[in-house]
């Protein structure tokens, strides 16, 4: 199986904040990497798909990048909305594999 | 609008099969764009993927569970379900099912609500 490795696994930070998540993939998974935001008591939701495609109807301010093991999901500019559990998914394989997860919350 | 609804048993007993199924709205599972999948999550961590399955009936199963697992789709229902035999408190989680994207990059755009199955006696 794929191993993806999210950090971090908490992070505090402000509204109005930039925030970088990072996912690393134990070997090269092309751009097969999607985003998901998970608020308490959801389901996930899609954001970012093909490492930096915008799924329709997620704000601008939410960006994806990266390509082969290491990617990144950026929020330019947090909002009160924002805060909530990040998890990065491999669909390059099956099994499909998540990361662990960064909960991010407000300082 | 797409919709997904998981239903079944809430509570089931060790040694038992969890039988879940997942109806579709909105949309056909024999359209062929989509695969449609099932993903757990225990409670306070992370997501488990389970399996998926096309309208076919060609199935992609987690190796962690394949000895135990099928993964069904009625499209004459428009439902496609989940059995998981031999359960143990392991197997107690929130469990989702999903419509992923055949022809992109396999993203799972429309999630069900989920439902919690808790292993006991």
């Known amino acids: 199986d794929i191993q993806m490795t999210q950090s971090p696994s908490s992070l505090s930070a402000s509204v109005g904040d930039r925030v970088t998540i990072t996912c690393r993939a134990s070997q090269s998974i092309n751009i097969f990497l999607n985003w998901y935001q998970q608020k308490p008591g959801k389901a996930p939701k899609l954001l970012i798909y093909a490492a930096s495609s915008l799924q329709s109807g997620v704000p601008l301010r939410f960006s994806g990048s990266g390509s082969g093991t290491d990617f990144t999901l950026t929020i330019s500019s947090l909002q009160p909305e924002d805060f909530a559990t990040y998890y990065c998914q491999q669909s390059y394989s099956t099994p499909d594999t998540f990361g662990q997860g960064t909960k991010l919350e407000i300082k | 609008q797409v919709q997904l609804q998981e239903s079944g048993p809430g509570l089931v007993k060790p040694s038992q099969t969890l039988s879940l199924t997942c109806t579709v709205s909105?949309?056909?599972?024999?359209?062929?764009?989509?695969?449609w999948s099932w993903i757990r999550q225990p409670a306070g961590t992370g997501l488990e993927w389970i399996g998926r399955?096309?309208?076919?009936?060609?199935?992609h199963y987690n190796p962690s569970l394949k000895s135990r697992l099928t993964i069904s789709v009625d499209t004459s229902k428009n439902q496609f379900s989940l059995k998981l035999s031999s359960v143990t408190a392991a197997d107690t989680a929130v469990y989702y099912c999903?419509?992923?994207?055949?022809?992109?990059?396999?993203?799972?755009?429309?999630w069900g609500q989920g439902t919690m199955v808790t292993v006991s006696s």
């Open positions: 999903a419509r992923v994207h055949s022809t992109s990059y396999y993203e799972s755009d429309i």
């Open positions: 399955i096309y309208t076919t009936g060609s199935t």
């Open positions: 909105g949309d056909s599972i024999s359209s062929g764009s989509h695969y």
